[in-house]
Each structure stands twice: as structure tokens, then as C-alpha cells.
């Protein structure tokens, strides 16, 4: 938990450059805070939310709590300029993904993985050549089963940062498309591609877990 | 069938090899030339679009067309639905990741603290 070593001194503005007062008040109790007895339960409330969100981008819980100090700091100092237009948890959940995904980029030496050889196959004529296998079950049957979640987790984060971000932001937290493309710096069609394959590698990544159940 | 249209078909299974299955070639060339029959690579690109609600009517009927004649599509699109369902399935809700109750009170009272030394 690197940041909450360095949380206090970041925060004291250097002598002479006084950054403006953020106050915590206004986002506490736009949290439900009633007074400031109820800090700490809101407060650790929007970091566990935060860190859920935060966890799936950066795998670990450290990272991900460091990530939710990160952008809850971001919040309180932001909170002036939020319009309201969307529920202050669903503004905090946007600005989590970003400090998720500044954290990633950070750690961009992960090794991208081409994943090629989980995409479907065409011959010639235009036929699909790869069969798929899928049994009975539904989503929710699956996640019933022994390892299943743990699976699911394992093949999400099996496919490389390029794939597995943009499939986070979409599938999971449903950006709008624009978005995660403004996000990515990326054109919209740039952006669909890329999810079509992360879409497509997961699939194919799941199949063992879709085939179970087969009659 | 007219003369014509075996001339063609024969023509068509003749001229791509010996090393693709006669199925494959037969497939392919009703997907590629039936009217309201796309191939299962053309498919493959309207997928997304279709799974968004975003595919325009004319291809998404070619879409749903195809759906009903290729069983290996049918599956493919299914694994596809699927994956995407297992996925936001998992993170639903509060299963995963911390509780409340789970963030150390230390972290809690820093934060609170460096935002107060601010004001």
C-alpha cells in the first residue's frame, strides 16, 4: 500500500503554493455522511466500492486500494465541478477506472500475448473451419459450479492489457462506446474491432467451462 | 436445375482445388452466391453489431438468416453471448472484491486525515 505512505505529504501543498482548500464535507455527505461522526463509514464505504471496481483492472488488492485512495482524493478535489447529471457513485466509478487504468499503463511492462490463435478460422470459401462447443447450461449454472468464478477470473485476465481493458470498460462496466473509445484514444471502429477479438479469445478461453454439461 | 446454373455450380466446385473438402466447397458456394445467404466470415463481422442492437435491418436479416443454416455459427454465436454473460455475471453485485468492513481502519483515518489538513 505504497500510496497510503505517501498520501499526506502529496497532499500538503508546497509553501507558497497553497493548492485550494478540498473539501471532504460536500462529497461525504453527498455520500449520506449526516455529520462528521459518519466520515469513516462512508469514507470506507466509497473505497471498497472503489476498490471493487479498481481490483479487476489491476488484479491485486493492494493496487486496487491504492488506486481507490487515489481516486477517492480525485473526487473530493473534483467534486466542485461535478454536474450531477449522473449519481455521484456512478461519477466516482468513472473516476476510479481512470486512476485503474493510469495504473496500468504505469505497469505496461506486462508482455502482450498475440492472441491469433484464439480467434475463429475462415478457409477460402468464407466457411468457418473452428467448431465451438457449448452444453446446456446457463451463465448463472456455470458460475454455480466448483472453480467456475476462479476460471472466469483467470481467463479474463489471460488475455492481454489491449483486449482485456477495453472488454472490462465495456462488458463489464458498460461504457458507452464513444467513451471507451475517447478513453482509448482510438477510433470507434478501432475500439469495436479490439473488443470483437477480446469478445472472440474469451470465448474460445471458456470453452471448456461452455462445453461442460454437454448431453 | 437448368443447365446453366450446373454448369456454374460444377464450374465453381472445379475451380478451387482438390485440397478443400467437396462440403466445404458446396457450403461456400451457396453461401456466397444464394440470394439472402451470407458467408460465415461475413458473419463473423456483423457479430458485434448484431450483439449491440446496432446492426442495420437488410444485414441483420442476412445475419439471422445465417444463424439458422450454420450450426457452427449458431455455436460460435452462442460461446459469444455466453462469455460475455459469465463475465458481468462474476462481477455483479458485491461477490467479489472487498467489503466495507474489509478496508483497514488506518487507511480510512488517512484519508480522512490528508483531506483535513487541507482545509
Known amino acids: 500500500m505504497l500510496f497510503l505512505n505517501l498520501l499526506v505529504p502529496f497532499l500538503r501543498a508546497p509553501a ?7 473539501d471532504i464535507a460536500p462529497l461525504a455527505r453527498a455520500l449520506g455522511a449526516e455529520s462528521e461522526a459518519d466520515y469513516p463509514r462512508v469514507v470506507a464505504e466509497a473505497l471498497a466500492r472503489m476498490a471493487r471496481v479498481a481490483e479487476r483492472y489491476v488484479g491485486s488488492r493492494d493496487d486496487a486500494f491504492d488506486c481507490a485512495q487515489e ?13 450531477g447529471r449522473a449519481a455521484v457513485t456512478s461519477w466516482m466509478h468513472r473516476i476510479t477506472i481512470n486512476c485503474a ?6 505497469g505496461s511492462a506486462r508482455r502482450e500475448v ?8 475462415f478457409d477460402t470459401e468464407g466457411i468457418i473451419e ?4 457449448v452444453g446446456p447450461d446457463s451463465a448463472e449454472e456455470i458460475l454455480q459450479r466448483r472453480d467456475a468464478r476462479a476460471t472466469v477470473r483467470q481467463a479474463i ?20 462506446m464513444e467513451e471507451v473509445a475517447a478513453t482509448l484514444e482510438v477510433t470507434v471502429n478501432a475500439a469495436k474491432v479490439r473488443l470483437h477479438r477480446a469478445r472472440s479469445a474469451l470465448r474460445r478461453l471458456l470453452e471448456p467451462l461452455l462445453a461442460e454439461g454437454r448431453l | 436445375m437448368s443447365d446453366p446454373v450446373v454448369r456454374f455450380i460444377l464450374r465453381q466446385l472445379r475451380g478451387h482445388g482438390p485440397e478443400r473438402p467437396l462440403r466445404h466447397r458446396l457450403v461456400g458456394l451457396i453461401f456466397r452466391n444464394w440470394p439472402g445467404m451470407i458467408t460465415c466470415a ?8 448484431y450483439h449491440e442492437g446496432e446492426l442495420p435491418e ?9 444463424l439458422q443454416v450454420c450450426g457452427l455459427c449458431r455455436s460460435s454465436y452462442e460461446g459469444y453471448r455466453r462469455s460475455i454473460e459469465l463475465g458481468q455475471r462474476l462481477f455483479a453485485g458485491e461477490a467479489d472484491g472487498p467489503l466495507p468492513g474489509e478496508v483497514p481502519d488506518e487507511m480510512v483515518a488517512a484519508v480522512i486525515e490528508a483531506l483535513r489538513k487541507r482545509e
Open chain 1, 157 to 176: 485476465a489471460q488475455l492481454p492489457d489491449s483486449h482485456r481493458l477495453i472488454l472490462l470498460m465495456r462488458d463489464i462496466d458498460e461504457m458507452p
Open chain 1, 130 to 133: 473452428s467448431s465451438f462447443r
Open chain 1, 101 to 106: 487504468l493510469q495504473h496500468c499503463r504505469r
Open chain 1, 71 to 83: 481516486a477517492f482524493i480525485n473526487a473530493v478535489n473534483g467534486y466542485a465541478a461535478f454536474e
Open chain 1, 16 to 22: 507558497g503554493h497553497e493548492a485550494p482548500a478540498a
Open chain 1, 114 to 121: 498475440p492472441i491469433d490463435d484464439l480467434l475463429p478460422q
Open chain 2, 58 to 66: 437488410p444485414q441483420r436479416r442476412l445475419f439471422e438468416g445465417h
Open chain 2, 42 to 49: 461475413r458473419f463473423e463481422q456483423f457479430l458485434l453489431d
